[in-house]
């Protein structure tokens, strides 16, 4: 838990220095606005005076007026109020965002692709189901298969070892486990070569027994065949619940017109029971490369975040325009993302896209005030109808109402 907190802290720290793109675009813009601002200043103090156009006095009364008028203060300070704000009520949402550049990106999103385990389900998966394809009993089978699992972090893996452990049954020691992504895991247990493969890596099946596992895989469960040296022992069902808000969510995120995608390594029917449930588009079987393809495919068609919390979700995350992580996810997850739901609640998503793109808005709203005020300033100076005082009065109002148009951000929406 110290570890945890300890990590958010980080991604705090993180989010101040990431600056959204208009940010750093409105910085340089003033390097080369202010010095223009005075020299326009100078010149009005001065030119009109050596060309005989009038006293000096009034004229650098005008000169000093522009020069206030023209003060950046009210353009630089409107976008980092609006992002400042943004972050501070996503915050309170229960989304930490890393910074205003990640917060510009997250009002373009137009997609969002979602890891299935651990975020669309509660990633606890149990154990429903043990086929025997041999003699081997559920008992001997489970057990061997808990000990090739045992200390591998998959909720699968903890899921198996969890069942061995809720009947009491002794879990041999294993040797050298090896896991092989999108494939299962193997280990030598008392001299075996024990294997836990998905269906479609597990040799040597016969038509019956991948009838039984089609069926199984039907009812949207994830099936694991169980291997002794070679030979198919048996296969052991698996089912996760998906989580309480996920349906709302998503129905939340269309009426954005966010369209919603389900990328998963699970098997096909699994998958597709899942997304029934959902009521969204979904790829299955994806090993993490698979992932990282099919959102850098997805990612040239529109602006496309994506949602996961494990290890095998992260490079897929950084392949997205955007990556989100729940906030139970690993750290490596954490690390990958530029957005975590620290509620872990996948109803926190449509609020969150909703305030960027509210932040957006009132950023556009920020500049065209701050230029516009000046713009009608600038040239009421110029003709003689603005006064030092009224020059002050502008610059300091301009600035007040930029930043009290980016406070309303921190009010609270139903």
């Known amino acids: ?56 006095q009034p004229w650098i009364y005008k000169g000093l007026t522009l020069l206030l008028i023209g003060c950046p203060c009210a353009l630089v300070i409107s976008t980092p109020a609006a992002i400042t704000s943004g972050l501070a009520a996503a915050a309170r949402q229960g989304a930490l965002i890393k910074g205003g550049a990640a917060l510009e990106r997250l009002s373009s999103v137009r997609r969002m ?65 090896q896991v092989q992504a999108g494939r299962g895991i193997s280990a030598k247990v008392a001299g ?41 022992l048996g296969a052991l069902a698996l089912r996760d619940q998906l989580r309480d808000d996920a349906v709302e969510a998503l129905k939340a995120l269309k009426k954005l017109g966010i369209e919603s995608l389900m990328l998963t390594g699970d098997n096909p029917r699994a998958a597709a029971t899942i997304a029934r449930q959902l009521d969204i588009d979904y790829r299955a079987s994806l090993l993490p490369a698979d992932k990282v393809a099919a959102i850098r495919e997805l990612s040239q068609q529109q602006p496309l975040a994506m949602v996961g919390d494990g290890i095998n979700d992260a490079p897929a ?53 701050a230029l516009g005020l000046k713009a009608i300033f600038l040239v009421t100076t110029l003709l003689g109808l603005t006064g030092l005082w009224l020059a002050v009065l502008a610059d300091s109002g301009a600035t007040a109402l930029v930043t009290a148009n980016a406070l309303r951000l921190l009010r609270r929406r139903a």
């Open 1 to 56: 838990m110290k570890a945890r907190s300890t990590r958010i802290l980080q991604l705090i720290e993180e989010a101040e220095t990431h600056r959204a793109p208009v940010e750093r675009f409105i910085d340089q813009f003033s390097r080369i606005y202010t010095p223009l601002v005075m020299l326009l200043s100078l010149l009005v103090m001065v030119v009109p005076p050596l060309l005989g156009a009038g006293d000096w």
């Open 113 to 177: 692709a979602f890891d299935k385990t651990g975020t669309l389900t509660l990633g606890k998966p149990q154990l429903t189901q043990i086929l025997r394809f041999g003699t081997a009993s559920e008992s001997e089978m489970l057990a061997l298969s808990a000990a090739a699992e045992q200390g591998a972090t998959h909720p699968l893996a903890s899921a198996i070892v969890a069942a061995a452990q809720a009947r009491d049954l002794v879990i041999p020691d294993a040797q050298d486990q």
């Open 192 to 232: 075996q070569q024990i294997q836990l493969l998905t269906p479609g890596h597990a040799p040597g099946l016969t038509p019956q027994q991948n009838a039984q596992i089609a069926q199984q895989e039907a009812e949207g469960e994830t099936l694991v065949v169980l291997m002794r040296d070679g030979e198919a």
């Open 317 to 369: 995350m950084k392949a997205a325009t955007l990556g989100i992580a729940m906030g139970s996810g690993t750290d490596v997850a954490l690390e990958a993302a530029d957005a975590a739901l620290t509620r872990n609640q996948l109803s926190n998503l449509a609020p969150m896209i909703a305030l960027a793109r509210r932040t957006r808005r009132i950023i556009r709203q920020n500049i065209g005030i």
